[in-house]
Structure formats: C-alpha cells, structure tokens
C-alpha cells in the first residue's frame, strides 16, 4: 500500500507510532505488510519523506531488521548502514529519524521463537541482543541473498494470504533468516555499537528536541536554545543535521506543523479555527504556515478542517 502523511502511523506491524514529518514527501511512502495477527508479521517499507517515530514496542516480540538502504537514518540510537541487521527486544521504546530512501526488510516474531534460535543456531543466549537492541553487519552479497528472500516470501504469502490463513509459525524462509542474525551476533560479539561522538550529539538533539516540545508556543531563538542545551550554535547545527538531517529551524518549523495537523484533527468538535491553532502552536506569519502546510502534507489546513469534520 501506499503510505500518506496520516498513514505514516501504521508503517509497522504490531507498532502504534507518534509521527512528527520533517520534510515533505514529493512521492510516495511505500509498505507491504503479511501478518499473522500476534503470531509473526513480515513489513518491506520504502519511505520517501524524512519524519520522526517514536512507540513502544510489542512485549511478547523481537523484531529483526535487514536494512537495504539506511539514507542516514537511525533507529533506537544507532546509526543505520547499508546491510546492517537490528535486532530489537521486545518491550522496547522505539526512537526512530527516517530519510527520504530508508529500505530495509523487518521480521517480527514472538520472543520465545527468537530466543529459540539464538540457543540452537549459536549455542547460547546472547546477553547483548537479548535486553537491548543491537545490530551487525553482513557481507553484501549474503546480505542482499537474505532481502531477496524475504521479498519472494511477501510476495508468495501476499498472493494466497487473501484467501487463506497464515500459519501461526513463522514460515521457514524467516526462520533460517534468524539463524543467519545469531550466528552473525555469535560470531561478533560486540555488537555494533555507536560511537562517543554520535551518541553525544544524540544526547544534544534529543535534549533540544524536549525543550522545543514543551516551548513549542513560544518564540525559541537558537541563541535561547544553545543556552539551554549548553552547546554552541555549530555543535548544536550539527547535532540536528546528524540527527534529524535537518537545521534546528526546520525543525522546530515542521514540529509546529505536525502539531498544527494534530489539532486540526479534532478542531471541529472543540471549535477552534485555522487561525486559532497556527496561534496556539507559535506560528506568527499564517501565509507562510498554510504555504508550508500544503507543502508537507499535500493539503491546505483548511482541507484538513473540513475534512476532519467530515469523519
């Protein structure tokens, strides 16, 4: 399926996000989703807009990501390169700064079934993918063998899942794609884990991230920001560009957008207006904002409000 600005949401099995875009999309966001429902579910997505994702993720499943394409993006922290595999544990709280070009096939499979694997396939539970999330990196071609794969597997299941019920055990092809992960992480112990510096500016753009959120009707110069994050203005550009692959205004620019979207939503039913919501979230020029609106989500925010009142 196709994916709009409102979609964005359920652009993962079993994961509920808060989406916050920060750029627009000019094409389409693509997904193909197979799932048997609480069991396992297979997602190939290819996003073309940068956004901001954040949720918790499913407790009874782990979930196993072969990245295609990382365009710079990062997901629970870590920094994404072309044939990495993420292994994220269930329970967790999900971060994630997406780029236009993100591709990447995710596996997600209960728990106990993982666990299974990690102790057959490697010998032993690896303490370090076991509570927190991970990630290695396969060799190209093994890696590539390994997407292809799962893309043949959504494409059979696709054409017979409308028709029939899924098995409720993973099909065998992402069982032995979960073998390949634990032998990888046996074989590397270690992990892949991020640099000082990319954690630093994590730190940093996270830390400006919640001011902004909680300041988001006021005026917030990026002297003001500075000061409170403690960084100088390069370091604190830097930070955002590394992070969110965007300047400190723009973002804050697409989160008053994103938030302006959240509250036109349900403007009908506690009577507010256009104006009254650009007001509310800090916006001082509405030609600009309406400007931007349509630019981000396709729509103008009066089509949105009428549109909201509609459902």
């Not at 106990?112 to 927190?132: H, K, N, Y």
């Not at 063998?145 to 597997?153: A, D, F, N, P, V």
């Not at 992480?185 to 919640?210: C, L, M, N, P, Y």
Request: hydrophobic share 40%.
């Amino acid at each position: 399926m196709q994916l709009g600005p409102d979609d964005l949401t359920s652009a993962a099995s079993g994961l509920p996000v808060k989406i916050d875009r920060l750029s627009p999309g000019y094409l389409p966001s693509r997904i193909r989703q197979i799932q048997s429902p609480g069991k396992w579910a297979l997602d190939l997505p290819e996003f073309n807009c940068a956004f901001r994702a954040s949720g918790g993720f499913d407790p009874g499943s782990a979930a196993l990501v072969a990245i295609e394409r990382a365009c710079g993006s990062t997901i629970c922290g870590i920094p994404l390169e072309d044939d990495l595999i993420l292994a994220i544990p269930a329970g967790t709280s999900v971060t994630a700064t997406v780029r236009p070009g993100l591709t990447y096939a995710v596996a997600m499979v209960p728990t106990t079934t993982w666990m299974e694997v990690q102790s057959v396939a490697a010998g032993m539970l690896l303490e370090q993918i076991s509570d927190r999330p991970a990630a290695v990196r396969l060799a190209t071609d093994q890696s590539r063998r390994i997407r292809g794969q799962m893309k043949s597997l959504a494409d059979r299941l696709g054409r017979v899942a409308a028709g029939s019920v899924l098995p409720e055990q993973p099909p065998t092809a992402i069982m032995e794609y979960l073998g390949v992960v634990a032998d990888a992480f046996a074989g590397d112990r270690r992990g892949t884990g991020t640099a000082a510096s990319v954690k630093r500016h994590i730190r940093q753009a996270s830390a400006a991230e919640d001011f902004i959120r909680a300041h988001i009707r006021e005026d917030i110069p990026i002297v003001r920001l500075c000061k409170e994050i403690g960084v100088s203005r390069r370091q604190l550009e830097y930070a955002f560009r590394s992070t969110f692959a965007v300047t400190p205004l723009e973002f804050i620019r697409a989160l008053r957008l994103n938030e302006a979207r959240r509250l036109l939503t349900t403007a009908r039913s506690n009577g507010l207006s256009v104006t009254t919501i650009a007001m509310d979230v800090g916006v001082t020029h509405l030609g600009r904002f309406a400007a931007n609106y349509r630019l981000f989500f396709g729509e103008s925010p009066k089509e949105t409000l009428r549109r909201a009142g509609r459902s």
